[in-house]
């Protein structure tokens, strides 16, 4: 590859912002990467700071798994709470009422529906570890 500023000239590197090739005159080092000088240079050192403040948050990172993890299973657990009372209630009308199944069958596909979405919310729960290490 060669140089996006000089074409006759071998590139050493990409620039970590734009990717454009670099050759020696036209690359800055400011760090874990290389910059077009004069124009990639705080976009560069603008993106190391994150990538380093994004490493150094490594135990913030593991509460927001655990915290996710409590949140979905929390849902699961609601959602399949409440589609099991409406499947009840459901079930319940249709045999009380004179009506039979027409009484009960919109508490019914409510309640199912419901529990699927309970069921999703659990899956995903259970997906996330427990312990992030």
Known sequence: MNCYYHPAVVALGNCKSCHKGLCLECAADVGKGLA???SCEEDVKKLNH???QNISLGGASKALVSGARRVYLGNGIFYLTLGLLFLVAGLSMTFLSSEGIAA??????FGLLILIF???YLRRGLAIPAKSD
């Open 104 to 109: 009960g069958l919109l508490p019914i596909i």
């Open 118 to 120: 309970g069921g999703f």
């Open 36 to 38: 077009c000088k004069g």
């Open 50 to 52: 994150l990538i380093d």
